[in-house]
């Protein structure tokens, strides 16, 4: 189960939470063991989808480092020690051929990798005596540096943390020296040098295949089929890891065009070259590379290099310390929750924080909405079309698509991903968390579940334009949509792939539609299909050819044509939320009134009336009419009412006191435990 890391003592490739170097006297062994218990960690069920905790391709990518791991190692006259088993019987096995005083480990930070720990350190206890020592890894930062800010973490490392605050706290720490720790603890002695292994006829096991660990042939055939396919070749291990970093930044200098994926105004991603990323988030994650070995790299680059690229790679770095402090520190366990972290009152093992407060911190720290006041639902079969890529929204669908067959994708595609599950679809967030866990080639679990889920989607639940002047920053939802994310999506599709390549690259079925069609197929019917040809116009009477949508001469529109095909487009799924109006403003043929609204079959609907049309679509069967009353003033009309209190069911009571909006008391939902 453990997989290699290059070690932020010495600098080499020993040590990390799951590789135990065992010492006896001068000699050093290294053990990789896969616990039995631990076989469930990385291979079981996740808790609230059930999916597999680790795929195919993440595995390989694993084993691979492994194996690198055991080469490195037996060219410095070393040797790895494989075990599958029960942490009792691998160190029994070694305390009969060694004497075992320590094991050293990587501390971990969420729950079940803190089970693990424990398990181990009660089977040394008991079976060698030995003791775990628990180092701090991962980090660029050492956590014993953060004292140097003035104060301690714990005063200022709180729940309401934001990462600029993080970034102005911590600037007064400085990252350590690759292997200073083991400096100090050889005390200057340069002539310690690796003892050869213990000469015994142990058996030192092998790197498991994808088949011993249970994978069937067709999810291995996937695994190697995405690697033929991959514009970047995957491959695991320090050495690919290293040779990588040498080359970025070395020998194509690609530092100074780096963008990073955490840069929101960066147009064009889809496009984006491999340079403009460092693509090494799998080798951090895995431990392949150190961040503070990265930092050092990027420190000398800048010297003779002075670039905008290499503050950009070192603010990236500071994220991941970030989430493994702020959950070490802050959120714990509360990170699996359904509320997320942050969330407070009533919440079980919520902060002891005034609702009021809670509220005032949603609306205007992060510019989201309470994610209380959310509905979470746990509909597989919505979510399976999520997960698949049939949304509808070839840009969502594409983006899937390739994070099922490659794990992984442009950052920015991931926070759209995100944000369609809960928003537009009113799934339970954790869904979503753990198919990202199951297929992430670079997941780490603080990363995943920490960051950019709990930290960016369930604190930027969009405010309504009402909340308060303007709506949260980033995530208003325009009034004209009745969804949150549907807009979005295709104005970030337009923006991001304005040629529609990336979309056509995942989807074949789109690939004969020009751009804008082929981001929005519902528009599609079937003479756009068949080009050839024309078509008359029944106001001017010219005949214009087929593939144009309006009359060159009076900008009629063309006629829909009358074929029970076209009632969905001809060309691709149905999507599964409504697509926002193509007009924003219009009289309504329904009520007759002027207002922002949608067209629908040549004619043009006012919001209200649009509603109307809702509940014949399978998504909406059960919600319940938005009435005028609630229009307007209140913005609630904006949001779907199945992501409403439901005031009937719970003691939630939403008010607006002084221009905001106020929540009372829990929506009594059940929690699963997370
Ligand atoms: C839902 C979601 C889940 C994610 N889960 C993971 C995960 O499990 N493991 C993971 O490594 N990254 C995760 N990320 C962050 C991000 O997607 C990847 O780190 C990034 O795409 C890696 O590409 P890169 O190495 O080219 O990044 P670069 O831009 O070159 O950044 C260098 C490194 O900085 C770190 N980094 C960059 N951006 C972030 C960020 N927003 N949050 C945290 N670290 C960051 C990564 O370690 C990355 O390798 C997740 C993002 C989202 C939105």
Not at 98 to 122: M, N, Q
Not at 180 to 192: A, H, M, V, Y
Not at 317 to 331: E, K, M, N, S, T
Not at 653 to 662: A, I, M, N, P, S
Request: overall charge neutral.
């Amino acid at each position: 189960m453990w997989s290699g890391t290059r070690c932020q003592i010495c600098g080499c490739m020993t040590m990390n939470p799951w590789l135990v170097p065992i010492w006896r006297l001068a000699c050093q062994l290294y053990i990789y063991m896969w616990w039995r218990s631990s076989m469930k960690f990385w291979f079981g069920r996740t808790r609230v989808g059930g999916f597999r905790k680790t795929g195919a391709v993440r595995c390989r990518f694993w084993m691979e480092s492994v194996e690198d791991l055991k080469n490195s190692l037996e060219a410095r006259g070393q040797r790895l020690f494989l075990r599958c088993g029960t942490s009792a019987e691998a160190f029994g096995e070694l305390a009969a051929c060694c004497e075992i005083s320590k094991v050293f480990t990587f501390a971990e930070v969420c729950s079940e990798e803190l089970a693990l720990e424990a398990e181990v350190e009660r089977t040394l206890q008991q079976v060698t005596g030995a003791q775990l020592v628990r180092c701090w890894g991962y980090t660029l930062h050492h956590i014993d540096d953060l004292q140097d800010c003035g104060k301690p973490p714990e005063r200022w490392i709180t729940p309401y943390l934001t990462f600029g605050n993080f970034k102005r706290e911590i600037a007064a720490c400085k990252v350590r020296a690759v292997g200073s720790e083991w400096q100090k603890l050889l005390k200057g002695d340069t002539t310690f040098v690796l003892q050869e292994p213990p000469k015994t006829d142990l058996d030192w096991g092998h790197v498991p295949s994808l088949r011993e660990l249970g994978f069937s042939p067709d999810e291995i055939l996937d695994a190697d089929q995405c690697r033929e396919k991959s514009a970047i070749p995957w491959q695991g291990g320090e050495s690919i890891a290293l040779a990588r970093m040498q080359q970025y930044l070395w020998e194509r200098s690609a530092l100074k065009q780096y963008v990073g994926t955490t840069d929101w105004t960066a147009s064009g991603k889809c496009g984006a070259s491999n340079d403009q990323t460092s693509k090494l988030s799998p080798y951090l994650a895995f431990g392949c590379v150190s961040p503070r070995l990265l930092y050092w790299e990027i420190s000398r680059f800048e010297k003779g290099n002075r670039c905008k690229g290499a503050k950009g790679l070192i603010n990236s770095l500071l994220w991941r310390d970030f989430y493994r402090f702020i959950v070490f520190f802050a959120w714990g366990d509360r990170l699996y929750h359904l509320y997320g972290p942050m969330s407070c009152g009533s919440v079980p093992g919520g902060h002891k924080l005034p609702t009021k407060w809670c509220c005032k911190h949603y609306n205007n720290l992060f510019g989201g909405s309470d994610p209380r006041l959310w509905t979470w639902e746990k509909d597989f079969s919505k979510f399976r079309r999520w997960a698949e890529g049939c949304t509808g929204y070839p840009f969502v669908d594409a983006a899937m698509t390739e994070l099922k067959a490659y794990g992984t994708t442009c950052l920015e595609f991931i926070i759209y991903l995100l944000g369609y599950p809960p928003r537009d679809l009113q799934l339970d967030w954790r869904l979503a968390a753990e198919w990202f866990e199951s297929r992430l080639l670079d997941y780490d679990c603080v990363l995943n579940w920490g960051s950019n889920w709990a930290y960016f989607i369930l604190t930027q639940l969009p405010a309504r334009e009402d909340d308060r002047p303007g709506g949260g920053p980033r995530y208003t939802l325009p009034r004209y949509s009745p969804y949150l994310m549907a807009t979005q999506v295709l104005l970030w599709g337009k923006e991001h792939d304005p040629d529609g390549r990336y979309v056509k690259k995942w989807i074949s079925s789109l690939q004969a539609l020009p751009a804008e069609l082929c981001r929005e197929p519902w528009r599609v019917d079937c003479m756009d299909i068949s080009q050839d040809g024309f078509w008359s116009c029944s106001a001017c009477t010219l005949e214009n050819p087929l593939k144009h949508r309006s009359c060159d001469a009076c900008r009629a529109p063309r006629p829909k044509m009358d074929c029970k095909s076209c009632e969905t487009s001809p060309v691709y799924t149905e999507p599964m939320v409504p697509p926002p109006p193509e007009d924003l403003e219009g009289l309504c043929e329904n009520c007759g009134r002027r207002a922002a609204g949608c067209s629908s079959e040549g004619a043009f609907y006012c919001e209200l009336c649009w509603w109307e049309w809702l509940p014949e679509s399978e998504l909406m069967i059960h919600a319940p009419k938005i009435s005028p009353s609630m229009d307007a003033d209140s913005g609630w009309s904006l949001v779907p009412s199945l992501a409403l209190p439901k005031q009937s069911q719970s003691q939630v009571k939403v008010q607006r006191k002084g221009g905001r909006w106020q929540v009372k008391g829990d929506r009594g939902d059940k929690l699963a435990g997370g």
